[in-house]
């Protein structure tokens, strides 16, 4: 499964409020996109494609990921990567359901 989402100010906003996250990072000019965002949206898309909960998620982050920037995820039942459109490896890891 491939999906592309652009991390757009709605989104973020919304995650940082319902987190009352307050992380100078996630709230600068250009902010960095938090992990734990990315990890939900990795869980969103799991259960939403192959339709059962996840037990556990193992992720490695590699690179930041910033307010704007379209990630492609890339799913299969037990494994997972998020990427730029040109391919920089965001996060990887593996997926237990």
């Known amino acids: 499964m491939r999906e592309t ?3 757009d100010e709605q989104m973020l906003s919304q995650f940082l409020t319902v987190m009352m996250d307050q992380n100078p990072l996630h ?3 250009q902010p960095v ?6 990890t939900l949206l990795v869980e969103q898309r799991y ?4 339709e059962c909960p ?7 982050f590699v690179h ?7 990630l492609v995820f890339d799913l299969s039942p ?4 998020i990427t730029t459109k040109n391919l920089v490896l965001i ?4 997926l237990n359901a």
């Open 91 to 94: 996060a990887k890891g593996e």
């Open 33 to 38: 996109v938090p992990g734990n965002l990315l």
């Open 5 to 7: 989402i652009t991390i």
């Open 64 to 70: 930041p990921t910033f307010l704007g920037d379209t």
């Open 47 to 50: 259960q939403g494609y192959f």
């Open 54 to 60: 996840l037990k556990s998620i193992s992720i490695t």
């Open 78 to 81: 037990t494994r997972f990567s």
């Open 27 to 29: 709230h600068q000019e």
